[in-house]
């Protein structure tokens, strides 16, 4: 029987598996976490509105219905492509075609500075790290005496205008302005401040010119201060560095201003792309091994002129496509080359207001709030985590209240000592 080995259960990686399960194949999952990780609703958690395990899916409950699908909690350390052996803490396993789809880490652009005072959110720690760090900054400011540290203690900086930047910012600014000013009389409607920073002059930049502006209209009636064609160059504990000399009083950093490929691609002898991406042929194998497929946010693909986008759309037909393409060559059957459809992107912004083009169309406003929500109920996984997700939307539309306001880390409250 031939073994297929997949390292990460991202959505590449899944789609790659569901493919090939009761296909007569070993299929073997490799990941560092055991669970599956919706991603696109991690800024939802780090905004009070859903619970940390809505979002996420036990990798074990999923397979076990997938006929010859298996999981293992284990890093993978390295790899033997000319002896097809993949290498993990303590062991060695043989393979007959291996799938890598082990994503990618948020690129701080060599900034150490910012690395190591931003938040990010890529993993459900991250998320509840930045839940706290919110939540625990308004606890602070309301009882801090001294009204420039208050006010340093209650603006946010994010940084980064794609989707994660803009979904963040809404929702805080939603936050703050409905939830937060209740629970903190003591602080003004106006304390809070947040500034949406962004290095080019416009947001979303991979939607339409109408939509990009509808977004910017939005945030800036929400209260949110957007800085564009403006640099961060570094960070210390209460303040961000701006490349212009500037600086802004800040207790709060979170950065969302790019990606990049995991650290597995680093113990890998393959060669790189921009990005350290590796370079895959057009039906996404290494060059000089056909059995090794590389999926997702690792690979790189130039499709009509341009590298294919480190997004979910692209990682979830690639894997689909390498679960088939498996099929194909373990059947003897031919099959084209990889292809993305652009299905098209889209963004919330806040209650009732999304932007969104599919398939060439354009929507904003409640329409494109409305299939935001339908998509991303859709491809969330477990019926639980649906009806959970989407009872905690419905109270907070009806009700304007976000009951998850928990700060999970000690030392808020001040010490004795």
Not at 310 to 327: F, H, P
């Amino acid at each position: 029987m031939k073994r297929v080995v997949i390292v990460g259960v991202g959505f590449a990686g899944l789609r790659a598996a569901r493919a090939l399960a009761g296909k007569g194949m070993e299929v073997l999952l490799f990941d560092r976490q055991n669970y599956h990780l919706f991603q696109p609703l991690l800024y939802q958690v780090a905004t009070a509105s859903l619970e940390q395990e809505s979002i996420a899916y036990p990798i074990r409950a999923l397979v076990r219905r997938w006929e010859g699908v298996s999981f293992r909690l284990a890093e993978v350390c390295g790899a033997d492509f000319c002896k097809r052996r993949l290498f993990i803490a303590g062991d060695v396993i043989d393979y007959d075609y291996l799938v890598l789809a082990a994503g990618s880490v948020t690129n701080f652009f060599g900034m150490e500075s910012i690395e190591r005072h931003a938040y990010d959110l890529k993993k459900l720690d991250h998320a509840v790290e930045l839940r706290n760090q919110v939540l625990g900054s308004f606890e602070r400011a309301a009882r801090e005496r001294d009204p420039v540290r208050r006010r340093a203690l209650l603006t946010f900086v994010i940084v980064g205008g794609g989707p994660t930047g803009v979904e963040f910012a809404g929702a805080l600014a939603e936050l703050a302005r409905f939830v937060l000013t209740k629970d903190y009389p003591e602080l003004g409607v106006t304390e809070p401040r947040i500034l949406l920073v962004e290095a080019t002059d416009r947001l979303l930049a991979a939607l339409p010119v109408e939509l990009q502006r509808y977004a910017l209209e939005k945030l800036k009636r929400m209260g949110v201060e957007v800085l564009l064609s403006t640099r961060v160059s570094g960070a210390e504990p209460e303040r961000v560095h701006l490349q212009d000399g500037s600086q802004i009083p800040a207790h709060t950093l979170f950065w969302s201003a790019g990606v990049c490929v995991a650290p597995l691609a680093d113990v890998l002898a393959v060669p790189r792309a921009p990005g350290g991406r590796v370079p895959v042929e057009p039906d996404l194998t290494l060059a000089e091994h056909p059995e090794v497929f590389v999926v997702g946010d690792l690979a790189y693909l130039a499709q009509d002129g341009a590298a294919l986008p480190m997004v979910a759309s692209v990682a979830m037909q690639q894997g689909d496509y390498a679960g088939r393409a498996i099929l194909a060559r373990y059947l003897g059957k031919p099959l084209p080359p990889f292809r993305y459809r652009d299905k098209g992107a889209m963004a919330t912004i806040g209650r009732s207001a999304a932007v969104a083009t599919v398939y060439g169309r354009n929507f904003s406003g409640y329409l494109a709030w409305i299939v935001w929500l339908g998509l991303h109920l859709y491809y969330l996984i477990g019926f639980r985590n649906r009806l959970l997700v989407l009872l905690n939307w419905a109270y907070y539309y009806i009700l304007y209240e976000r009951q998850v306001r928990l700060i999970t880390r000690e030392g808020e409250g001040g010490s004795c000592q």
